[in-house]
């Protein structure tokens, strides 16, 4: 079987130094590491999970102005100004929490 998910691995076998999708997974040793697939099924609904929780993040991140362009901002609409800019984004990517509130 040829394992190709090497994040999903690396998550539920941590002792995993060196994966071969074709011959698995070994220890920095060279110990063969018996891979099971629901294992590696359920690691990568766990890294899965923890993307979509975070993708909020990511959805923000692309979206607010430069660092200089943020100092620009409060120069000429003022501290209020830049707040305004931010929460903009802020509101269009809520944190996951706060979307079960509304």
Do not use: C
């Not at 079987?1 to 690396?10: H, S, V």
């Not at 994966?19 to 590696?40: C, H, P």
């Not at 359920?42 to 890294?47: F, G």
Request: cysteine-free; overall charge negative.
């Amino acid at each position: 079987m040829a394992y190709t998910d090497g994040e999903a691995i690396t998550r539920a076998y941590p002792d995993a130094a060196v994966i071969y999708g074709d011959k698995g997974a070994f220890k920095e040793d060279g110990t063969n590491i018996t891979l099971v697939q629901s294992v590696i099924d359920s690691a990568r609904a766990t890294i899965d999970a923890d993307l979509a929780a975070t993708k909020y993040q990511r959805d923000r991140a692309a979206e607010y102005p430069s660092i200089e362009d943020q100092l620009d901002n409060i120069y000429h609409s003022g501290v209020a100004g830049w707040k305004t800019t931010i929460k903009a984004i802020k509101d269009k990517y809520p944190k996951p929490w706060q979307q079960r509130l509304n």
